[in-house]
Every structure is written in C-alpha cells, then in structure tokens.
C-alpha cells in the first residue's frame, strides 16, 4: 500500500511541475494582443492552402515499410529472450531470418524508395 | 508422439522449399544490379531455377514415410511428387510470362512465384495446424501481389484487390477455427486432433462446426462453391500467366491439403458420412455452377476461368471417396490439369498478343494462321473436356471409379451428365480455331520459349495417356502412406 | 476471476464486428480495419484459451505472435495494393472498383 502512496506522491509533484510554469508565466506576463499574434504559425511563413489536405501516397510506402521491419521484431523477441537456452541451430535460423530482413531493407534502399520525392 | 525440433537430416526434406528460397533471393539480387534492357534475360534465370528445383524435388523424400521439425510436416513421396508438380508449373509459366508481350516481368515477379511455391509446397506437406494457416498465407499474399502485377491496367489492380480482401476474410475464418482446435483440445498436430477426435473426446458436433470454419480457408483455395465468386473477377483482370499459374497450382495445393485434413482427422470421426455427403453435395454444385456459366461466356478467359472451376468439382468428386484409391485419383488428376490448363493458356497469351483481348472470336482462323497452334488448343480442350484418348480422360475414369466404389452412384451419375455439357463449350472454342476466317489472315509465329512450354505440355497430356500405368501405380504407392 | 466464456464471447463479437465492417463498409482503408479487427479477436481467442486451459503450452503464445506478424504482413500487402489502386483510379471507394463483373 505505502509503494502506491509513493506514486501518488509522485504523481502529484509531477502534475504540479508540470502545470506550475504556464499558469505563472499566464499570471506575470503582460498581456499586449494584436492581430499578427493571433495568426496561425507555420514555420514563420503564412499558411497556404486548404489544411485538410491528403497525405502523398509515397507517405504510406515509408509506413509499410516501417510496418514490416518493425512487427518482424516481434518474432525476435522470444528468441532474445531465451537465448541463454537456445541450441545452436536456433541461434543460426534467427541469424538466417535477420539475414533475410537485412537483405529486404538492402533492397529497398537500393530501389531508391527510402528518398522523399 | 515426443518429435526431434531439428536435426540436421530434417534439412534434406525441405529441400525444394530451401532452393526457392535462394533462387527467389537471388532473383531480386539479380533484378537491382542488372541494367534495363537485360531485364528480359531474367526469365531465363527464373525458368533455369524452377528447373533445378523440380529435379532436386526427389530428395525431400527421405527414404520413409516420416514426420520433421517437431511434426510441423511430414516426408513423404506425395509431398514429393508435388513439390515436383509445382515446380515444373513455375517453370512452364516463367517461360510463358517471357512471351506476353502485356506483362513485363521483373525480378520481384519471378521471386513471388517462387514464395508461392514454397508456400504450396508447404500446404501439401503441413502436418500441423500452424503450418498450414502459414503455408496458406505465404501462399496467399504472393498471389494477391502476383495478380495486382501489372499496376497500369485497371483490371489487374482490382483482380488483386478483390482476391486480397476475399482471401483475407478466408483464411481469417479459418485462422479462428484452428483456434478453437487448439484450445479445446490443447494440440495442434494433425495426429494429436486426430486421436482425440476418434477416442470421442471430443463431441461430433464440435468436430463438425469447426470442419466448416476450416473448410473456408481450404475451400477458397479450391474456389469451392460457396467460396467460388471471386475467381472469374480474379482469372479475369490477372495477367494470363499469373492466372495460368494460380488456375493450376493453389488450387492443387487446396484439394491436397483439404484432403489431408478430411482423412487424416475428420475421416476419423465415429459419424464422417454426413461430412462426405456434405463434401459431395458441394462437389456437384461447383461442377454444375462453373459449367452452366461457362457456356455462356464470350471471352476465352473468362471460359477458362468458369471451367477451372469445374475441373476443382471434379477433383473434389474423388476427394469424397476418401480412400487409397481416391488420393491417387486425385493426385493423378492434378498433374494431368496442370500441364493441359497450361498449354490452353499458353494459346491463349499468344492469340492475344495480336489482338489485344481475350474474346473467343479472336481464334477464328486460327488453324490458317498456325495449325500447330490450334492443335495444340485441339489437344488441350479435349484433354479438359474428357475425349479419349487424351489424359484428361484417363484422369476422370479414375475419378469417377473411386467415387463409385466407395457408393457415391448418384455423384457420379450428376459428373458424367456435366461432363457431356461441358463438352459443348469446350468444342464450341475448338471449332472457332477451325473455322475459316473470312478476310485474309496474317500467320501467327511461336516465340521460342511458348514453343518449349507447349511441346512440354502436349507431350505431358499424351504421355500421360500412353503412361498411364506406372504413373498410376507410382502415385498409388505414395498414397498408400497416408492411410 | 472472469469466466472463459465472457473472453470468447467478447473475442466472437469482435470477430463479427470486423467481417461485417469488412463486408458492409464502401471505403478500403475501413474494411482493411474490419481485417485487423477480426485477427485481433482470434488472437484474444487464443490467449484466452492458453491462459485458462493449458497455460503450460508453448505453442499458443507462438501461434499469437506468428498471428501478429502475419496480420501485419496482410496490412502492409493491402495498404500497397490500395495505394495502386488510388493511384490508378483516385479513388477508395469499392462501389467504383466495377469493372470485373461476371
């Protein structure tokens, strides 16, 4: 029960640290508003165009990509794991599957679908 | 039941699986280093690779009859045999796909062939539940690629579209029965099911329901009615080779696997009469749905399509005798499709390479253009259609004979009264090629390499006649492992 | 604790919910959704049944994770084939997708 206490207390001083700066900074500040703050920042240049617009379709290649390569970790995971245990032919399989991952991320960088078009 | 996970004689049973996996590799390799205008060597590569496999395909049978890795699958001589049968196709196809002038094959085109294969390969040699939903996807996703290929042709992108949501949905289906395999009963190797299925543990009703969940995954393979409609959409916007490919190898893979499963597990159910007539019922409504559409279809491909699904019916027709004698059947049956399904492709390509469509009219005239052409279509549709003295025929008598003899008159009864139906579009294309065309006809020139695929496939559909003993008997004693 | 039944009954809905979103829904990229859903249900199908029937089995946290990457697999080849199919058609609607008809 005293471990909760602990991260309760915690939580608490964190909320505090985290809220104190803006509210202080909203009490102490002077206040001077005029049309130009009120804009819309982007980068310091104006905004263009409608903002709901569609992302690029090259967009979800890079996700697909990632997709791949970052769920095939999941079947790595158990096998780190239990490494300690392994015989030797399971430590070669997951060295021939890194392998083969290694060679799909080689191939896709030397096709050039990893530079934004 | 306690099986070795590995040992290093195991390796020697996925030897096909493993050699296509390098071929695949090293067709991407090969594709990024090679300049454009080379591209087209690749073919020759790819076919050169198929070819080496199917050779080095005796070897994943071990000696005797075995379970590897843990019983995920087995070494047998039908795994073999297949392993072979689908190696031979992606030769056969690779050359064809060199020869539309439509599809311009890359590297990643040959290497998804390639995963195809293993994935096929695997569905006939998975022993377990995990290996085959596995071997079912592998297969399945590079399918779906393989028909999206060609990504400037509208059809082609939505063929792919449609058989990746349909597939999808299937294998899920299924993917939720093994679950309920392999939680009631805590195993999910084929012989472990098989025991507590038989010993009545577990209660018929859930071996039943359960079938049917899986039967969605197989049967889509199969393009089995009710899981039929997406394959005329798919055969139809696919590249011709891809769909010469898929009409002849997943669906064998399906029937083998599906057989696997009813013989080896639900065979062994105190009350399997109900699942064969169940199997049977569907059997001949696939047949007689695929042949009432296909007589009235105008393009060829999509003739062919419908009559694919036909020829799944009956394959199915000896799956339901579920004995030594309807695996051979089967198994015969499957190879004699396979190349004669090839060779009626393999015309197809190269008519309409000239025309620019896939409509029956094109073939008017095409015994003026090139007689050996239409004889090669004479050959082929005979062969489908069941005319002796061609392969096809032989397949069907052993078919429908172990069908019989295991009680099934009135399938039989309903396969031969289709067949005669079938025979009137089947013919009906063969006598387009032979009418004269009324304006004059330019010849038509065989390219080398669809010359090599259709001396392969015609020889394949004769000598399957003239060698229809020692085949038979070959597959027969690979059979008899199973029961 | 929770009963078993309440997990496959939940994971069953789920698993409808996700067909039918695959077959009810117009847009790709939603029936793609309805897909995951529906791997996502089996794969608490088989949790469930690994934690309350045979906990000590290897194989079915194997099977879930094989499941995971095999979901992903799906997502990234159907993402792909809708990025075709948008860039080809300018559009996600299946209602458009008409030319295969039989």
Redesign the interface.
């Given at each position: 029960m005293s471990q909760y206490a602990l991260i309760g207390v915690y939580l608490i001083i964190a909320l505090i640290f985290g809220v104190a700066p803006p509210l202080l900074a909203w009490f102490l500040s002077p206040k001077k508003p005029n049309p130009y703050k009120g804009e819309v920042y982007e980068s310091g240049i104006k905004t263009f165009g409608p903002t709901w617009i569609r992302f690029k379709p090259q967009y979800y290649l890079f996700a697909l990509a990632f997709l791949v390569f970052d769920v095939e970790a999941a079947l790595l995971l158990p096998w780190a794991v239990a490494y300690l245990w392994l015989p030797l032919y399971a430590v070669i399989e997951a060295v021939i599957f890194i392998l083969i991952l290694v060679f799909g991320l080689v191939y896709v960088w030397r096709r050039g679908w990893l530079t934004w078009m | 039941m306690e099986q070795e996970i590995?040992q290093l004689s195991y390796l020697q049973a996925i030897v096909p699986e493993l050699l296509l996996l390098v071929v695949g590799?090293l067709l991407?390799?090969v594709d990024?280093v090679l300049p454009e205008a080379r591209k087209r060597e690749l073919s020759v590569w790819a076919a050169a690779g198929f070819a080496i496999v199917a050779l080095a395909s005796p070897l994943a049978y071990l000696g005797e009859p075995q379970f590897v890795f843990g019983g995920m699958i087995g070494s047998e001589p039908l795994n073999a045999i297949f392993a072979f049968i689908f190696a031979m196709a992606a030769f056969l196809v690779a050359l064809l796909s060199r020869d539309d002038e439509r599809l311009e094959p890359s590297g990643v085109y040959y290497a998804l062939i390639a995963f195809a294969v293993i994935g096929m390969d695997l569905m006939v040699a998975a022993t377990d539940f995990?290996m085959l939903?596995?071997a079912l996807?592998l297969t399945g996703?590079s399918l779906?690629?393989l028909s999206?290929y060609d990504?400037?042709s509208?059809?082609s992108?939505?063929?792919?579209?449609?058989y990746?949501?349909y597939g999808?949905?299937a294998s899920?289906?299924m993917?939720?029965g093994i679950?309920?395999i392999?939680?009631?009963t805590?195993q999910?190797l084929y012989l472990g099911v098989r025991y507590l299925f038989a010993s009545a543990v577990m209660p018929a009703w859930f071996g039943m329901g359960v079938l049917v969940l899986i039967l969605a995954g197989v049967g889509f393979k199969v393009a089995m009615v009710p899981l039929h409609t997406w394959a005329?959409?798919v055969y139809?916007?696919a590249p011709t080779p891809v769909t010469a490919f898929l009409s002849v190898t997943s669906k064998a893979a399906g029937v083998m696997a599906l057989m696997r499963l009813l013989v080896w597990i639900w065979g062994s159910l105190p009350s399997h009469a109900e699942m064969t007539s169940l199997i049977a019922a569907l059997a001949i409504v696939t047949i007689t749905l695929g042949n009432l559409?296909a007589l009235r279809q105008k393009s060829f491909k999509?003739l062919l399509a419908y009559s694919s699904i036909t020829q799944a019916g009956y394959v199915l027709v000896g799956v339901t005798a579920l004995s030594p004698m309807g695996l051979t059947a089967v198994g015969f049956y499957l190879a004699i499709y396979a190349v004669t399904n090839i060779a009626a492709f393999t015309v197809l390509v190269l008519v309409s390479n000239r025309s620019g469509s896939d409509w029956l009219r094109d073939f008017v005239g095409l015994q003026q253009r090139s007689p050996a052409l239409a004889l090669a279509l004479l050959v082929a549709l005979l062969s489908l259609g069941g005319v002796p003295p061609f392969a096809g025929f032989v397949g069907k008598i052993l078919l429908f004979a172990a069908a019989l003899k295991s009680g099934f008159v009135w399938l039989v009864g309903a396969a031969l009264a289709n067949v005669l139906i079938s025979l009137y579009y089947y013919l009906n294309a063969v006598r387009m090629a032979y009418t004269r065309a009324e304006e004059p006809v330019e010849p038509l020139s065989i390219p080398v390499a669809s010359r090599w695929v259709l001396v392969i496939a015609t020889a394949g559909i004769i000598l399957g006649t003239i060698l229809a003993y020692p085949l038979y008997h070959l597959l027969e004693r690979a059979a008899m492992v199973w029961f | 604790m929770v009963p078993l039944s309440w997990y496959l009954l939940l994971a069953a809905a789920l698993f409808a919910i996700g067909l039918y979103a695959v077959m009810a829904r117009r847009n790709l990229i939603g029936m793609l959704m309805g897909l995951e859903l529906m791997l996502n249900a089996i794969n608490l199908n088989l949790i469930a049944f690994w934690r309350y029937l045979s906990p000590a089995t290897v194989r079915f946290r194997v099977l879930a994770i094989i499941v995971l990457v095999v979901a992903a697999g799906e997502a990234a080849v159907g993402l792909a084939l809708i990025v075709a199919v948008f860039r080809l058609r300018e559009t996600e609607n299946v209602d458009e997708l008409n030319l295969l008809r039989w």
């Amino acid at each position: 029960m005293s471990q909760y206490a602990l991260i309760g207390v915690y939580l608490i001083i964190a909320l505090i640290f985290g809220v104190a700066p803006p509210l202080l900074a909203w009490f102490l500040s002077p206040k001077k508003p005029n049309p130009y703050k009120g804009e819309v920042y982007e980068s310091g240049i104006k905004t263009f165009g409608p903002t709901w617009i569609r992302f690029k379709p090259q967009y979800y290649l890079f996700a697909l990509a990632f997709l791949v390569f970052d769920v095939e970790a999941a079947l790595l995971l158990p096998w780190a794991v239990a490494y300690l245990w392994l015989p030797l032919y399971a430590v070669i399989e997951a060295v021939i599957f890194i392998l083969i991952l290694v060679f799909g991320l080689v191939y896709v960088w030397r096709r050039g679908w990893l530079t934004w078009m | 039941m306690e099986q070795e996970i590995f040992q290093l004689s195991y390796l020697q049973a996925i030897v096909p699986e493993l050699l296509l996996l390098v071929v695949g590799l090293l067709l991407l390799g090969v594709d990024l280093v090679l300049p454009e205008a080379r591209k087209r060597e690749l073919s020759v590569w790819a076919a050169a690779g198929f070819a080496i496999v199917a050779l080095a395909s005796p070897l994943a049978y071990l000696g005797e009859p075995q379970f590897v890795f843990g019983g995920m699958i087995g070494s047998e001589p039908l795994n073999a045999i297949f392993a072979f049968i689908f190696a031979m196709a992606a030769f056969l196809v690779a050359l064809l796909s060199r020869d539309d002038e439509r599809l311009e094959p890359s590297g990643v085109y040959y290497a998804l062939i390639a995963f195809a294969v293993i994935g096929m390969d695997l569905m006939v040699a998975a022993t377990d539940f995990i290996m085959l939903y596995l071997a079912l996807e592998l297969t399945g996703l590079s399918l779906y690629l393989l028909s999206a290929y060609d990504r400037r042709s509208r059809f082609s992108v939505e063929a792919g579209m449609k058989y990746f949501f349909y597939g999808s949905v299937a294998s899920a289906v299924m993917l939720y029965g093994i679950t309920f395999i392999a939680g009631l009963t805590g195993q999910t190797l084929y012989l472990g099911v098989r025991y507590l299925f038989a010993s009545a543990v577990m209660p018929a009703w859930f071996g039943m329901g359960v079938l049917v969940l899986i039967l969605a995954g197989v049967g889509f393979k199969v393009a089995m009615v009710p899981l039929h409609t997406w394959a005329p959409d798919v055969y139809e916007g696919a590249p011709t080779p891809v769909t010469a490919f898929l009409s002849v190898t997943s669906k064998a893979a399906g029937v083998m696997a599906l057989m696997r499963l009813l013989v080896w597990i639900w065979g062994s159910l105190p009350s399997h009469a109900e699942m064969t007539s169940l199997i049977a019922a569907l059997a001949i409504v696939t047949i007689t749905l695929g042949n009432l559409f296909a007589l009235r279809q105008k393009s060829f491909k999509r003739l062919l399509a419908y009559s694919s699904i036909t020829q799944a019916g009956y394959v199915l027709v000896g799956v339901t005798a579920l004995s030594p004698m309807g695996l051979t059947a089967v198994g015969f049956y499957l190879a004699i499709y396979a190349v004669t399904n090839i060779a009626a492709f393999t015309v197809l390509v190269l008519v309409s390479n000239r025309s620019g469509s896939d409509w029956l009219r094109d073939f008017v005239g095409l015994q003026q253009r090139s007689p050996a052409l239409a004889l090669a279509l004479l050959v082929a549709l005979l062969s489908l259609g069941g005319v002796p003295p061609f392969a096809g025929f032989v397949g069907k008598i052993l078919l429908f004979a172990a069908a019989l003899k295991s009680g099934f008159v009135w399938l039989v009864g309903a396969a031969l009264a289709n067949v005669l139906i079938s025979l009137y579009y089947y013919l009906n294309a063969v006598r387009m090629a032979y009418t004269r065309a009324e304006e004059p006809v330019e010849p038509l020139s065989i390219p080398v390499a669809s010359r090599w695929v259709l001396v392969i496939a015609t020889a394949g559909i004769i000598l399957g006649t003239i060698l229809a003993y020692p085949l038979y008997h070959l597959l027969e004693r690979a059979a008899m492992v199973w029961f | 604790m929770v009963p078993l039944s309440w997990y496959l009954l939940l994971a069953a809905a789920l698993f409808a919910i996700g067909l039918y979103a695959v077959m009810a829904r117009r847009n790709l990229i939603g029936m793609l959704m309805g897909l995951e859903l529906m791997l996502n249900a089996i794969n608490l199908n088989l949790i469930a049944f690994w934690r309350y029937l045979s906990p000590a089995t290897v194989r079915f946290r194997v099977l879930a994770i094989i499941v995971l990457v095999v979901a992903a697999g799906e997502a990234a080849v159907g993402l792909a084939l809708i990025v075709a199919v948008f860039r080809l058609r300018e559009t996600e609607n299946v209602d458009e997708l008409n030319l295969l008809r039989w």
